[in-house]
């Protein structure tokens, strides 16, 4: 089965300075991932996704993440942070068990910004 | 843009009771999923569904059934509420099973239930 590891559940960063989210996966296969926003009180926004075109995927708001197969991991970064991207975030992995293409999700990592 | 709406943002009921929360997507999605958020545990996917009539149990069915009479249109249903359910639930939608495993899904803004 494909499950994805957040290995921070809190991180805090002041602004204006590198955001480094974590996050390992385990897939047997190639596999589909995304990162995941969600700010309080609202639903979760799609930040980007993994197709396996390009191991380095840009997402929206200045957010990147990079497929990398020999560490398994699909870490989400941001080269300067800003107040509004104070937030909860979720690595994802496609399911491939009965639940067809719905997803896993890790259990979150919740991003401090700082003044 | 994709509208997924959820009919209540915080909901109270009490143990025992049958409850209804609906989704409702304006895209004309087939696939449509219900998860329920918990603090450190992340979403959880309770059923979903890949067609009008059609359901499939997820990862945490017990205490739940679902109903998709409509297409655009999928309601989760607390048989006999318990405290154990209070929860954040979240509706999602993607566009098809046969658009591969990189389709995004799109989500409403979540119903708060609490069970007293």
């Known amino acids: 089965a494909q499950s994805v590891t957040q290995l921070d559940s809190h991180v805090s960063v002041s602004e204006g300075t590198p955001v480094l989210l974590r996050c390992n996966y385990s897939s047997s296969y190639s596999p589909s991932l995304f990162w995941y926003v969600q700010h309080p009180n609202k639903g979760l926004q799609l930040l980007l996704k993994y197709t396996s075109a390009a191991t380095l995927v840009k997402g929206i708001n200045g957010f990147e993440a990079e497929f990398k197969k020999s560490e398994t991991s699909f870490h989400l970064t941001k080269p300067s942070a800003h107040m509004s991207d104070a937030a909860e975030y979720f690595c994802?992995?496609?399911?491939?068990?009965?639940?067809?293409?719905?997803?896993?999700f890790g259990k979150g990592t919740s991003l401090l910004v700082t003044p | 843009d994709v509208k997924v709406t959820q009919s209540s943002r915080y909901l109270v009921k009490r143990t025992g009771e049958k409850v209804f929360l609906e989704c409702v997507q304006d895209m004309d999605h087939e696939n449509m999923f219900w998860y329920r958020q918990d603090p450190g545990l992340g979403l959880r996917l309770i059923y979903f569904?890949?067609?009008?009539?059609?359901?499939e149990k997820g990862d945490i069915p017990e205490g739940y059934s679902v109903s998709r009479e409509k297409k655009e249109r999928f309601s989760l249903i607390l048989e006999s509420a318990s405290t154990n359910q209070t929860s954040m639930y979240l509706c999602?939608?993607?566009?098809?099973?046969?658009?591969?495993?990189?389709?995004?899904?799109?989500f409403g803004d979540g119903t708060r239930l609490s069970i007293l």
């Open positions: 994802v992995v496609r399911s491939n068990s009965n639940s067809g293409y719905a997803l896993n």
């Open positions: 569904s890949y067609d009008v009539k059609m359901k």
């Open positions: 999602a939608s993607s566009l098809s099973r046969w658009q591969g495993p990189n389709q995004p899904q799109h």
